[in-house]
């Protein structure tokens, strides 16, 4: 039998008729008020979707092979200690390795010894370089620029910290300089807009930041050959495995509008705002939903994080256990090719096309308002995420958004004073900044705070 006889079994139901029976089935309870709800970013989901709610919408496909790589996230302080760890993770499932430079100036020869030889990716992220630092570490860099990608995001910098590395005009001249002098190779732009979802942004707003973030590079900056973005994944599945769609749609319009040659590059990792120090195996849930719609999302690179980054400093164990869970939906959930299975979700659809038109709404706000800079110099930008953590914080503090093991289903033999090799907590330091940097924060922070004191 072929799909269309099939099909021609069944009398089509519209919409309508759908929303008919389930007012029936309701018994008298309001459609309306029982079962469509309304998101953080303003959307209303429905509780079901047919080909009516995309009938007069563009859709947006992935690439028809949208591959992802196991990426490795490893803290360096030690260049030695860091080259061997890459080793071992390569050999035991990672795909790509992701430098997070803690400290500077670094033996670059040690760090990058044998792995450079290889055709796994390998990232270098100096968001956290010093200031003293910053020139003699793009200099030590030099020779090895061609084969790793390069991650600096000085806007990202400011945003997070409230400081340039070294003042606007002379990070803007190193960035451009060091983009000149590699124009061939893979260095590009480097985005960070987990900044602002790890402190509370919602999903529309993550995607207007990003793409208005990355306006103030392309304003600066005449032909990077490429554009990493970093995004951070919460727990609202189908909002992100949308999130990321809506950005890739986004930034095709802008450069197809803008005639640019940039490639996209999307790195996921789970978001730290819902992760939580009691029940802390919940984590494992968490970040095992968080990359499979980073993976359904069309990501480039997948990075875990341990289930007990915020209490542990890293170790073997809990990261053998977050590269394994990616292992896993790689190669026995067959998550290789998982984007493809979104395609004619009308739910997906609709979410998309609605995340992306509110976004480039915002998008269009702040461009007109003067930009990404301006807005973020006046603190608004930091006044619209710290708008929304708070309503999100309020509906966790409420028990309407609820995370299992902490204001749901709590045990209240969980004691953790003991367990804490590190402070969980956001630590306020006192020092003198340009703008209001933008923190990231976790919903479960007051609570275990208080949860500790009673132990």
């Given at each position: 039998?072929?799909?269309?006889?099939l099909?021609?079994?069944?009398?089509?139901v519209?919409?309508k008729?759908?929303?008919?029976?389930i007012?029936?089935?309701?018994?008298?309870?309001?459609?309306?008020?029982t079962?469509?709800w309304?998101?953080i970013?303003?959307?209303?989901?429905k509780?079901?979707y047919?080909?009516e709610?995309v009938?007069?919408?563009?859709k947006?496909r992935?690439?028809?092979?949208?591959?992802?790589n196991?990426?490795e996230?490893?803290?360096v302080?030690d260049?030695?200690i860091?080259?061997?760890?890459?080793?071992?993770?390569l050999?035991k499932?990672?795909?790509?390795?992701?430098f997070?430079l803690?400290t500077t100036?670094?033996?670059?020869p040690?760090?990058?010894?044998e792995?450079l030889d290889t055709?796994h990716p390998?990232?270098?992220?100096?968001t956290t370089l010093?200031?003293?630092?910053?020139?003699q570490?793009?200099?030590?860099?030099?020779?090895?620029?061609?084969?790793?990608?390069?991650?600096i995001?000085?806007?990202?910098?400011l945003?997070k910290?409230?400081?340039w590395?070294?003042?606007?005009?002379?990070d803007?001249?190193?960035?451009k300089?060091?983009?000149?002098k590699?124009?061939k190779?893979?260095?590009?732009?480097?985005?960070?807009a987990?900044?602002y979802?790890?402190?509370?942004?919602n999903?529309?707003?993550?995607?207007?930041?990003a793409?208005?973030?990355?306006t103030?590079?392309?304003?600066?900056?005449?032909?990077?050959i490429?554009?990493?973005?970093?995004?951070?994944?919460?727990g609202n599945y189908f909002f992100?495995?949308?999130?990321?769609?809506a950005y890739?749609?986004l930034?095709?319009?802008?450069?197809?509008?803008?005639?640019?040659?940039?490639q996209?590059?999307?790195?996921?990792?789970?978001?730290?705002?819902?992760?939580?120090?009691y029940?802390?195996n919940v984590?494992?849930?968490?970040?095992?939903?968080?990359?499979?719609a980073?993976?359904?999302?069309g990501a480039d690179?997948?990075?875990?994080?341990?289930?007990?980054?915020?209490?542990?400093y890293?170790?073997?164990?809990?990261?053998?256990?977050?590269r394994?869970?990616?292992?896993?939906?790689?190669e026995?959930?067959?998550f290789n090719d998982a984007p493809?299975?979104?395609e004619?979700?009308?739910f997906l659809?609709?979410l998309?096309?609605q995340?992306?038109?509110?976004?480039?709404?915002l998008y269009q706000?702040?461009?007109a308002?003067?930009?990404f800079?301006?807005n973020?110099k006046k603190g608004?930008i930091?006044?619209?995420?710290k708008?929304?953590?708070?309503?999100?914080?309020?509906?966790?503090?409420d028990?309407?958004?609820?995370?299992i093991?902490?204001?749901?289903?709590?045990?209240?033999a969980d004691k953790?004073g003991?367990?804490?090799?590190?402070?969980?907590?956001?630590?306020?330091?006192?020092?003198?900044?340009?703008?209001?940097p933008?923190v990231?924060?976790r919903?479960a922070e007051?609570?275990?705070?208080?949860r500790?004191?009673?132990?």
């Open positions: 039998m072929t799909k269309t006889a099909f021609s079994e069944f009398t089509p519209t919409a008729q759908w929303k008919q029976k007012q029936y089935d309701l018994k008298g309870a309001d459609y309306n008020d079962l469509v309304e998101s970013e303003g959307i209303k989901v509780p079901f047919n080909a709610d009938s007069d919408i563009p947006y992935l690439p028809k092979k949208q591959i992802w196991i990426g996230y490893i803290s302080t260049a030695e860091a080259n061997k760890k890459a080793k071992q993770a050999n499932g990672a795909e790509a390795i992701y997070v803690e100036p670094t033996h670059f040690a760090l990058f010894h792995l055709e390998i990232h270098l992220d100096l010093e200031v003293e630092g910053f020139e570490a793009i200099q030590e860099l030099n020779p090895y620029l061609s084969k790793i990608h390069l991650h995001d000085t806007i990202g910098h945003a910290s409230g400081n590395y070294l003042s606007m005009e002379k803007k001249e190193l960035l300089s060091l983009l000149d590699t124009a190779n893979h260095v590009g732009l480097s985005i960070d987990s900044i979802g790890n402190a509370g942004a999903c529309v707003q993550q995607l207007a930041y793409l208005a973030h990355t103030e590079y392309l304003n600066q900056i005449e032909n990077p490429s554009l990493n973005t970093t995004f951070a994944v919460g992100e495995i949308a999130k990321l769609r890739r749609w930034w095709e319009s802008l450069r197809t509008e803008h005639n640019l040659a940039h996209l590059r999307i790195i996921a990792k789970p978001a730290t705002r819902n992760k939580t120090i029940d802390y984590n494992l849930l968490r970040t095992s939903t968080e990359c499979m980073a993976v359904l999302g690179m997948v990075v875990n994080h341990p289930y007990d980054l915020l209490y542990k890293p170790h073997e164990f809990s990261e053998r256990i977050a394994n869970q990616l292992l896993l939906l790689k026995e959930a067959y493809a299975t979104t004619g979700s009308y659809d609709s998309t096309y995340l992306a038109q509110k976004a480039l709404e706000q702040i461009e308002s003067g930009g800079l301006v973020l608004i930091q006044k619209k995420v708008e929304v953590a708070e309503k999100e914080q309020q509906l966790f503090d028990g309407i958004l609820k995370l093991g902490t204001n749901l289903f709590q045990n209240k953790m003991g367990a804490l090799d590190k402070n969980p907590f956001l630590q306020k330091k006192s020092r003198k900044t340009l703008i209001p933008i990231a924060t919903l007051k609570l275990e705070k208080k500790l004191e009673n132990e």
